[in-house]
């Protein structure tokens, strides 16, 4: 398929389009530094951008032909592109969880989708340590923009109890559902959107509303203060919406459609339906362009700030791409030829794009094979920001990997749980692949074994050529699962 080039000159137009500007008053610690952490000059800002439901195909640097993504593409140009690294699991809630504690989906507190009343999930315990709070009190000033999930507003999860300065977005990851809600939250206060009250008559279209609010949080960034902004965005997720004046103009009538019947806006609408849409394809494609505009917008107003140059700005998904809605990934080859979908443990609900930037630190247009995870990430921020004294964690810090300065260590293995659909577990140990199915009925069945290396779409099953191993990465999975009362699992049961 030819690229467009009305879709560039679009593309053009959006990228220079103002933004509304709310100022955001926000005190700056210019205090001592922390004991056990790095002068605050030295240390680098953190930015990392979340897709949701983005699959490793939807890009395309990872191969990408119908969707244009030339910010992504970009920062793999001027950065490292990791080939194998994956989300904490393959559903929201527990993968964030996964990324934001340091901890597998064995381990960490939140591991499914927990709905709570009136508003918000499962909350984050007291108990537990995120990233956000290890930075934030080695100097960071912190801010999350987009969806949350994993505590309502004023519980222990609520998210400005979990480390964060400022969040703005999505609490309840089911009112995520629609693109036009009839409110958002700014810390504490439900900001109604007159526009979109009985989600009759959308105008306001809360990803471009979040935007802008990260937009003006950078603004209020300088060199003195260094910063950890958190953009856990929702576009793709499943309801295929996105503005008329959008890339997707540039789409529409590209592609033979089928259209999508499902929960129209208006008085009968609920707030966790997907909306009809006419034209999938051409939508979906145009959200993952437009999720792709807000990347570009981020760089530029780094630079803007002057502050580009001491950034790690990272990208990546939650998890697979979806199936709802009317979406469909086979059509644009989203797992990028791996086997599965979101809720799936196979390598497509769970390997991610994983881009990294960071100008004068990060060799640009490189490539790296290490097989890393959500909960790398913790100690990975943590050794950057110069914290010494970490909580429990299964990840390991992958600074060597991303300077090129040291060596890095390897895990001995990545294990996830997903727990719907009769429960599934997944463990990968250096190229072979094992995942079982139905574990909560059948905890020690044996489970399905992939070779990565000679099988990356996890088509032969060569459990009974190789039963030993078979057996040892059972066993390992066992291992690997901590009971949780919260989320009770089969290993539970043992």
């Given amino acids: 398929m030819k690229r467009l080039p009305d879709s560039l000159f679009v593309l053009v137009l959006l990228t220079i389009s103002p933004v509304l500007v709310i100022r955001l008053v926000h005190p700056v610690d210019d205090g001592p530094t922390r004991p056990g952490t790095l002068p605050l000059s030295g240390r680098p800002n953190i930015v990392f951008i979340l897709a949701d439901d983005l ?25 490292m592109r990791f080939t194998q690294f994956y989300a904490g699991t393959s559903v929201c809630a527990p ?6 504690t340091g901890q597998h989906t064995g381990h960490t507190y939140i591991r499914g989708n927990k709905g709570v009343d009136p508003e918000g999930q499962q909350p984050i315990a007291d108990s537990v340590v995120t990233i956000a709070e290890l930075l934030h009190k080695a100097g960071y000033t912190t801010a999350a923009f987009g969806k949350w999930g994993l505590g309502p507003v004023g519980s222990a999860g609520d998210p400005l109890k979990q480390g964060f300065d400022q969040f703005y977005g999505y609490n309840c990851q089911s009112l995520a559902h629609r693109y036009y809600p009839n409110h958002l939250w700014n810390n504490a206060q439900q900001v109604v959107l007159p526009g979109n009250q009985h989600l009759r008559t959308p105008r306001q279209y809360a990803p471009d509303l979040i935007q802008q609010q990260a937009l003006t949080f950078i603004g209020a960034q300088s060199s003195q203060q260094p910063f950890f ?22 789409y529409k009538g590209r592609f033979a459609e089928k259209p999508y019947k499902g929960a129209d806006y208006g008085p009968d609408a609920t707030t966790g339906g997907y909306t009809s849409q006419p034209y999938p394809r051409a939508t979906f494609a145009a959200m993952v362009t437009r999720l792709d505009l807000y990347v570009g917008q981020v760089l530029a107003k780094l630079k803007e700030q002057g502050l580009d140059q001491n950034t790690l700005v990272i990208f990546s998904s939650d998890n697979g791409p979806h199936i709802e809605g009317g979406a469909d990934p086979v059509f644009f080859n989203s797992g990028g030829g791996f086997r599965g979908v979101k809720r799936d443990l196979y390598e497509g609900g769970i390997r991610e794009p994983f881009i990294a930037r960071w100008p004068g630190t990060i060799n640009p247009g490189t490539r790296s094979e290490y097989i890393g995870a959500f909960w790398d990430l913790l100690p990975t921020f ?10 429990p964690t299964d990840g390991l810090s992958f600074v060597p990997a991303l300077t090129g300065n040291g060596t890095q260590r390897q895990h001995d293995y990545l294990y996830w749980e997903f727990h719907e659909q009769g429960g599934k577990q997944a463990i990968r140990q250096g190229n072979w692949k094992a995942v079982r199915l139905h574990a909560v009925t059948q905890p020690d069945a044996p489970p399905e074994l992939y070779n990565l290396a000679t099988d990356r779409a996890e088509k032969r099953n060569l459990a ?4 030993e191993r078979t057996r040892q990465l059972g066993q390992l999975m066992n291992q690997a699962h901590q009971p949780s009362p919260l989320f009770p699992f089969g290993a539970e049961g043992r």
């Fill in 464 to 467: 009974s050529q190789y039963p």
């Fill in 382 to 391: 943590a050794e950057l920001a110069g914290v010494n004294n970490l909580p």
């Fill in 55 to 79: 699959g490793y195909g939807d890009i395309g640097v990872n191969g990408q032909k119908l969707i244009q993504t030339p910010n992504i593409d970009r920062l793999a140009a001027e950065g």
């Fill in 95 to 100: 993968s964030r969880s996964a990324l934001l």
């Fill in 229 to 250: 902004l958190f953009l856990p965005y929702i576009l793709p997720h499943a309801e295929l919406l996105v503005p008329d004046d959008s890339i997707f103009r540039a």
